[in-house]
């Protein structure tokens, strides 16, 4: 079957380095997505990856193994405003995106 | 960026009435849009995945005779709740996805809240 697996919860320290882990068990795979999502908002987009490596958009960052089926989401210099929940989503051999259950981060000051 | 609106934001509905929820793409045409649904402090659920002219497929489990989705042009689809219950009462999220949606990437609406009494 297919599954994604991403912690629940995670707490980090306003100005601190949260890394935010996800492994990916689907038929086929055409990339990975992050998503964040605040309460009672829609999922905005963060990041997609395809091929191996580290993508760096700002205080963002996005990390794929793909032999590994494994990605990661940095998140540098944290602020208040990036509490939220952070999806992870690959895309299946179909392109239909399989969703992970969301890890909810909390900052505190 | 790419845009997509939904209407209504919030929406409370009687037992047994229709509720209407649409989908727009403002500023690009969406070949394919997807209808998910959200429980408090759940992931997303796909309902469907609908094609512009083309029926929409459904997830297994969800009702197409409930939930009538209607993807009727590039740029709108529509998600009925039909014979509405206090169990329907969820977070709707549609999403759309381009013609040149070489990334395969999702840009969603900001959701509608729906509230059955």
């Given at each position: 079957g297919q599954n994604i697996d991403q912690p629940t919860e995670m707490t980090a320290t306003e100005g601190a380095i949260v890394q935010i882990n996800c492994t990916y068990q689907t038929s086929g795979f055409n990339g990975l997505f992050w998503y964040q999502q605040h309460a009672g908002e829609a999922p905005t987009f963060l990041s997609y990856n395809v091929l191996d490596g580290l993508e760096e958009k700002g205080r963002f960052s996005s990390f794929l193994s793909r032999s590994k089926g494994y990605s990661y989401l940095l998140l540098k210099?944290?602020?208040?405003?990036?509490?939220a929940s952070y999806l992870c989503a690959a895309l299946d051999s179909n392109y239909q995106l399989i969703w992970g259950a969301g890890t909810k981060l909390i900052i505190k000051p | 960026g790419a845009v997509v609106s939904q209407h209504p934001s919030r929406v409370i509905c009687k037992s047994g009435t229709s509720v209407k929820i649409e989908c727009r793409s403002l500023d690009f045409q969406a070949t394919t849009m997807f209808w998910y649904r959200q429980f408090p402090k759940k992931s997303l659920m796909l309902m469907a995945t609908s094609n512009e002219g083309s029926k929409a497929t459904y997830e297994q489990g969800v009702e197409k005779d409930k939930f009538l989705i209607n993807?009727?042009?590039?740029t709108l689809s529509t998600l009925t709740v039909t014979s509405?219950?206090?169990?329907?009462?969820s977070f709707y999220i549609c999403s759309a996805r381009g013609i040149s949606g070489e990334t395969y990437e999702q840009y969603f609406g900001p959701g509608t809240r729906l509230t059955v009494t």
């Amino acid at each position: 079957g297919q599954n994604i697996d991403q912690p629940t919860e995670m707490t980090a320290t306003e100005g601190a380095i949260v890394q935010i882990n996800c492994t990916y068990q689907t038929s086929g795979f055409n990339g990975l997505f992050w998503y964040q999502q605040h309460a009672g908002e829609a999922p905005t987009f963060l990041s997609y990856n395809v091929l191996d490596g580290l993508e760096e958009k700002g205080r963002f960052s996005s990390f794929l193994s793909r032999s590994k089926g494994y990605s990661y989401l940095l998140l540098k210099e944290l602020q208040m405003k990036d509490s939220a929940s952070y999806l992870c989503a690959a895309l299946d051999s179909n392109y239909q995106l399989i969703w992970g259950a969301g890890t909810k981060l909390i900052i505190k000051p | 960026g790419a845009v997509v609106s939904q209407h209504p934001s919030r929406v409370i509905c009687k037992s047994g009435t229709s509720v209407k929820i649409e989908c727009r793409s403002l500023d690009f045409q969406a070949t394919t849009m997807f209808w998910y649904r959200q429980f408090p402090k759940k992931s997303l659920m796909l309902m469907a995945t609908s094609n512009e002219g083309s029926k929409a497929t459904y997830e297994q489990g969800v009702e197409k005779d409930k939930f009538l989705i209607n993807h009727a042009s590039l740029t709108l689809s529509t998600l009925t709740v039909t014979s509405a219950h206090p169990e329907d009462s969820s977070f709707y999220i549609c999403s759309a996805r381009g013609i040149s949606g070489e990334t395969y990437e999702q840009y969603f609406g900001p959701g509608t809240r729906l509230t059955v009494t």
